[in-house]
């Protein structure tokens, strides 16, 4: 059993390290620059919803607030960078940690709050977060901040016309949050979040102290969040509030990882594959018409999918149950 | 700063991708993109500006006998006949959407020009992209003073813009101050959004500048359940003159939401938007007897200029409405920039730039009562003069300014 | 600028405001106390009953307060099927059902709103003349409109009826007993899918009642449900998932700290109010003014 385990873990490790060497070879034999975007988009909310799964999958507090970190990212890149000229690597490494502490403070009164007193309380928060950016002067209000590009250069991470960049970067930040998942999956750390997720009276009985362990998930998943809006802000070069913290974004990093398998390590992956290409794409072809089309196809995939596959697309690929830990 | 090898080589792809892109359509077809939003909370303006550019559409390519370029002869002659193909995409008032869907439009449909885009904020990341590649944005119908001072080369708004518009609203002000009317207090009411923000502001400096008080500045949440205790405010501070920058939605709820507490403001001076919609005037239209409205648009020019109750009528086979401030600016858009590619005769984003900034089109030969279209150095074209309209008897009135007015101005409203 | 008047009538805005709220999150809590699900498509369910008063009001030129009924029935009808063909199989999802209801409903929002603007159009619609439409009722200096203050009523009314329905009436304690154990009343002959499908239908039907009076005074289009779909949520979780009696009070709070709020801070910030009201009550009871424990 133990043989076969760290032999699945060795497994799923060459698998993500062939994947990323794969994604990697993408851009370079499809240049178009609509696809290359949508691309970024896909890799970015994989770097997300991997991110969202560690608090809300694997420790089973489901978040529909994680716009504030995203928010929160985006804005502290944007405004150290505009401001005071802060390169935006610090930026995204600030609004990250910034995010962390946040999601601690809130954490602490909010934990205590269950099933839909919880989601509710996070949509609820980030609803004011995105009322008061709204209503602040300084950080631009409903204006938002517009990020000045003067041509490529990495230390100001801006390329106006090449996705390359960004598509590098945004792959690295999704193998990175896959690799901190994979990471925390077999750590202490994600043995007392299954604890948590399924019983907290009983895992508070075998010692797991559930408090601090529902601390340490929010602050991991919102510190990757943030980088990944720290990242959008640079991407899209101007950000508003309602384009960075508004429920959508909430929603969207949620659903990728239902569709895809809450709660598992490559769900949130292979969720984010299909959602975002076919939201882009049926937005694209079928959304110029103005008659709502569009909502309905996309709309409609969700319903089916979600009732069809409550377990996530990812079950489609499971051969065996995973070995019993 | 020193430059790495990498930087070189990304250097490199980075120009081979700024290369003009060379496959664009030769001559048969010259193809062109709208960026509206077709889906969401604002897809009624989208689909009305769709039916705005197809009339133009058939202007152009068809064969009319109108005062205005390109109408006469079918195409563009200037490119040997060559006709205009529009490809619609839906931004959802999304500036991330915006600026893929413009990409898409630009390096997979090849188009040589871009026009958007409603919603101020979308036109910001829009119209970056077009400078990155190249390629002329027209903002048809973005009234953000901000837009244009970004020095962007290829930015062009024909029409007004918040500053503009407002300065007419005080220009009128001083005028009707002068003949003895009573205005010394207003009341802001504005959403908090770009456009409701940059209006709000607008104002707000232009008051302070000219002498007036401002009674309440209200700053309210677009869609909001509820509109009272704002209207609680606006009533408390009875202002002689109440100045509304609210979308359709919020107007009617604003309207409707007075009447039930018994507001009755003195004048309403609204900053376009909801205020021309034909949505709000068959909702709460009684109600709204002298309501001021700036525009850039208004059928009384019809009896001047015939063509533009002719081209009215073609709008209106379409889409059942009459021109409003939105759809006139987006129909002239067009006929602006399809003007400046048959000149530059050629689909070339550099060449159709150079005919842009020497465009130069008397105002007889559009459907608004602007002087000309030129443009600015910063592609803002100044001449392009608002009128304030009045909603008397089901319709609109010009009455400011006193050159284009046909009726003196009722105050106070009913 | 706060003189007395300004403060009541204020109050008075919001308590009418805050019935109309708890008429339209009724529907809500009581689907989730039936069967702990939560209705995330609720705003559209709205938005089709506005619609339906509309067309009603068109074509037949039928005054929402006489249309009001048939909109209830219909909704009552579009519920039940909802619950029959989606939610009947999410809430039988081995995995996540939890989840699972919440995006099967999602989905069916944005699909609702994609077949409102295809069949619809996306335009703003708006029932122009009826009977109370525009009309207010002024007591000294106060103003009460009386589209609301019918609103008012059919709240009352309906909080009434519900709370009589449910305790009173076979058919309620069949509700009640099966929320408490869906086997238990297997046994007992019950079919758990017909009490569950007429639960639906009637949480659509109440919301159906609020789109009707909605109708004389607010505006129409496919995405007017998401204005109300928050504030709905935190209705019903202010008072406590599950407790009918607790989503009256719920809403009758959230719109007087809505009208308090905008009294003191700038009127876009006036949700915060609520909001932190919300955080504030849960912090303190995790269940709700009157949610059980």
């Known amino acids: 059993m133990d043989q076969n385990f760290a032999k699945r873990r060795r497994r799923e490790l060459l698998t993500a390290a062939m994947l990323v060497a794969a994604a990697a070879v993408v851009p370079l034999l499809v240049k178009d620059a609509y696809y290359q975007n949508i691309m970024v988009l896909t890799l970015m909310y994989a770097a997300l919803s991997q991110s969202w799964n560690i608090l809300s999958g694997y420790c089973g507090q489901i978040s529909l607030g994680h716009a504030l970190y995203f928010g929160l990212g985006a804005y502290t890149t944007a405004l150290l960078f505009t401001k005071f000229g802060v390169l935006p690597w610090f930026g995204m490494l600030g609004g990250g940690v910034i995010s962390a502490v946040m999601a601690m403070a809130l954490g602490y009164p909010c934990f205590r709050l269950r099933g839909h007193y919880f989601v509710i309380a996070t949509i609820v928060i980030a609803e004011t977060a995105l009322l008061l950016v709204q209503n602040w002067d300084w950080a631009g209000a409903a204006l938002g901040i517009t990020i000045p590009m003067h041509g490529d250069n990495w230390l100001t991470f801006q390329f106006p016309r090449s996705k390359l960049p960004y598509f590098y970067f945004a792959l ?136 069809a596959r409550p377990q996530g697309l990812v079950s489609l690929f499971s051969r065996k149950k995973a070995p019993a830990r | 700063m020193t430059i ?393 009135v010009t009455i400011f300014p006193p050159q284009a007015a046909i009726a003196d101005a009722i105050w106070p409203m009913k | 600028m706060l003189t007395a008047e300004t403060i009541i009538q204020s109050l008075a805005s919001g308590l009418l405001m805050g019935l109309l709220y708890g008429l339209i999150a009724v529907g809500l809590a009581l689907i989730f106390g039936l069967m702990d699900v939560v209705n995330f498509a609720h705003g559209e369910f ?82 122009t003349h009826s009977w109370l439409g525009g009309k207010t009722v002024s007591v000294a200096g106060i103003f009460l409109p009386q589209p609301q203050l019918m609103g008012a009523a059919v709240a009352i009314a309906a909080f009434g009826g519900l709370y009589f329905f449910i305790n009173r009436t076979d058919f309620g304690r069949a509700l009640e007993a099966t929320r408490e154990d869906a086997g238990a009343v297997a046994l007992v002959g019950i079919d758990k899918n017909r009490v569950f499908a007429l639960g639906w239908g009637l949480g659509a039907a109440l919301v159906g009642l609020a789109g009707a009076i909605m109708a004389m005074f607010f505006y129409i289009y496919p995405d007017v449900g998401a204005s109300f779909a928050l504030i709905s949520y935190v209705t019903v979780a202010l008072g406590g998932f599950g407790s009918v009696f607790g989503a009256f009070a719920g809403g009758i709070l959230v719109g007087l700290v809505e009208a308090v709020t905008a009294l003191v801070l700038p009127p876009s910030l006036k949700s915060v109010g609520i909001y932190a009201v919300y955080l504030l009550v849960v912090f303190i009871r995790p269940r709700g003014l009157f949610g059980s424990m």
């Open chain 2, 4 to 396: 790495s090898r990498r930087d070189v080589l990304l250097g490199g792809a980075a120009a081979a991708a700024l290369a003009p892109i060379a496959s664009r359509a030769e001559a048969s077809e010259v193809v062109i993109g709208i960026i509206y939003p077709f889906s969401g909370a604002s897809a009624q303006q989208g689909v009305d500006a769709r039916k705005a550019y197809e009339t133009a559409l058939d202007v152009i390519n068809g064969d009319h006998d109108f005062e205005l370029p390109l109408a006469k002869g079918e195409g563009l002659p200037g490119l040997g006949g060559a006709k205009i193909r529009l490809v619609f995409a839906d931004h959802q008032g999304d500036p991330q959407k915006g600026r893929g869907e413009t990409e898409r439009l630009i390096t997979q449909d090849k188009v040589c020009a871009v026009i958007g885009t409603y919603h101020s904020a979308v036109a910001v990341t829009v119209s970056q992209v077009c400078e990155r590649y190249q390629v002329p944005f027209l903002s048809a119908d973005n009234s953000s003073p901000s837009l244009h001072r970004r020095g962007l080369k290829f930015y062009f708004r024909p029409a007004a813009h918040d500053e503009m518009f407002s300065a007419a609203m005080f220009d009128f002000f001083d005028a009707m101050k002068k003949k003895g009317t009573k205005i010394e207090t207003l009341a802001l009411f504005h959403e908090d959004t770009i456009f409701g923000t940059d209006s709000g502001n607008a104002q707000a400096k232009l008051a302070g500048e000219r002498g007036y008080k401002i009674a309440a500045d209200i700053k309210y949440r677009n869609n909001s359940p509820s509109l009272s205790a704002e209207v609680q405010q606006l009533k408390a501070a009875n202002a002689d003159v109440l100045m509304p920058s609210s979308y359709t939605t919020d107007g009617i709820l604003l309207v409707k939401t007075m009447a039930e507490l018994g507001y009755k403001p003195n004048a309403i001076v609204a900053q376009d938007a909801g205020f021309s919609e034909k949505a709000l005037y068959d909702a709460v239209g009684d109600k709204l007897e002298g309501v001021i409205s700036r525009g850039s648009f208004s059928l009384d020019l019809a009896a001047k200029r015939p063509m533009v109750g002719k081209i009215n009528a073609l709008f209106k086979e379409r889409s059942g409405k009459d021109l409003n401030d939105l759809t006139s600016r987006e129909f002239m858009g067009l006929i602006v920039m399809a003007d400046a590619i048959n000149r530059a005769k050629s689909t070339d984003g550099d060449k159709i730039r150079e005919a842009l900034v020497l465009t130069d089109i008397p105002g007889e030969q559009t459907i608004m009562p602007w002087k000309r279209v030129k443009f600015d150095e910063m592609g803002q074209n100044n001449d392009a003069d608002p009128v304030l309209l009045q909603y008397v008897g089901g319709k609109f």
């Open chain 1, 172 to 307: 690295v930040l999704a193998a990175v949050a896959w690799f901190v998942t994979w990471w925390l999956e077999d750590s202490k750390w994600g043995f007392w979040w299954r604890a948590v997720k399924d019983n907290p009276e009983a895992a508070e009985s075998l010692g797991v102290v559930v408090f601090n362990s529902k601390m340490g998930a929010a602050a991991v998943s919102a510190f990757f969040v943030a980088v990944g809006g720290g990242f959008y802000a640079q991407f899209v070069s101007y950000i508003d509030p309602e384009s960075v913290m508004g429920f959508q974004f909430s929603l969207k990093m949620a659903l990728a990882a239902v569709l895809g398998g809450i709660g598992t390590l490559w769900g949130p992956l292979l969720g984010a594959a299909i959602l975002i290409p076919i939201s882009e794409l049926t937005s694209s072809h079928i959304g110029g018409s103005g008659r709502g089309v569009d909502l309905i196809v996309y709309g409609s995939l969700i319903v089916l999918i979600s009732l």
């Open chain 3, 46 to 127: 709205l938005m089709i009953a506005m619609y339906a008063t509309f067309f009603l009001f068109g074509f037949f030129a039928l005054d929402p307060l006489l249309s009001a009924p048939l909109v209830a029935a219909a909704l009552f009808v579009f519920g039940a099927v909802v619950y029959l063909l989606i939610v009947r199989f999410a809430v039988r999802a081995k995995a996540n059902a939890g989840m699972v209801q919440i995006f099967s409903t999602f989905g069916l929002a944005i699909v609702m709103r994609g077949l409102a603007q295809f069949f619809f159009t996306p335009d703003y619609r708006s029932v």
